[in-house]
């Protein structure tokens, strides 16, 4: 049985050089065919949901403010930031308005809960990102009113699963930027550091792999077949989005920035070795054969994290480029469907069995989060030089 720490640093140099050295004939896309990708895929999920306060029926009906939506809109915010139509600007933009209005500016749960769940939080960011645009008051009421209760608990382990990182630090981000309130940031680290170093056993981090357990079920002894750690995919990309949204409107004088720091560069080390030939990534990362194949959720947030590094100075252009452009040209050219549908995304669950079978055309019972990661990775693909 392979031991993925004692070899390593073998595998990351051999690969990575191997890596670099087949995509020197892949160049960086153009900025116009990325953005193509992001209008296609955009406009083919829009044409389908043309009413955003219709709920999402899948093996029962929820309301369009959940998680899954939420990250759409994170992806479609990202998208509005970039596109240089202001025709194209305006429609995305009442697009989300539109969704938030639908819902009153409203968490799915409300906004007084025993324990706040981080899932009906996600909306909260985009809510933020509207009245940043428009400093409407009612946009942003209820998602403070909901993390403000939050602050003057005592509790700390509301985030049991790694998911949650993505889905509500970068509300307390931008909610601690907005009001210039550092009580924000400071709880918002007490619950990130109990899921790294108190859940499970130890925490959900590992750090001698550099990668995160989904949640205490994962903790070993629970192994995958080939008897590696059960690393998933996606999650880990939850937790790169988290660390990258966070980062990017968190003070750098924030005395845990550094930690932040430190943790996504060690998550973005880890994650070389472990791309496939192809350019995507696996749904399990230490078991290639547990499900294996192509993934665009996971490999959509690696991407999103990967070139947000390089644009921003924190990782190595030389390194992380042609893993970045091999990954984005396989899921351009072999996820994207010509209406504009995309494929290989995995469904909802919480390991690489879920969601499963996971092909070119199979569709996931949601739509929408594999749309918001595919746009969070073009848009700072978009960006690179």
Known sequence: MINFRSCFKVIAFILIASVFSEAQAQKLPKKKSVLKQMRLTNQYFMNKWPDPGKSIV???ERPSNIWTRGVYYEGLMELYRLDPSTKKQKVYYDYAVD?????KW?????TARDRQNADDQTCGQTYIDLYLIDKKEERIK???TAVDGMLVSEKVDDWWWIDALQMAMPVFTRLGVVYNDTRYFDKMYELYN??????GDKGLWNPADKLWWRDKDFDPPYTEPNGQDCYWSRGNGWVIAALVRTMSMLPKSDPHYNEYMQ????????????????GFWNASLHDPNNFGGKETSGTS?????????????????????????????AMSKEAVHKNGFLGYVQGTGKEPKDGQPVSYTSKPDFEDYGLGCFLMAGSEVYKMK
Not at 194 to 199: D, L, V
Not at 263 to 278: E, F, G, I, N, V
């Open 58 to 60: 899948t093996n029962r």
């Open 99 to 103: 969704w938030g209005e639908k819902h």
């Open 106 to 110: 409203g968490l799915r749960s409300g």
């Open 142 to 144: 209820d998602i403070k």
């Open 194 to 199: 109990y899921s790294k170093t108190k859940h």
């Open 263 to 278: 943790d996504y560069k060690d998550m973005m080390a880890a994650l070389l070795p472990l791309q496939r030939t192809d």
């Open 301 to 329: 947030l690696f991407v999103y994290g990967m070139a947000w590094g390089v644009n921003n100075g924190a990782l190595s252009k030389e390194v992380y480029t042609p893993v970045i452009v091999k990954a984005w040209n």
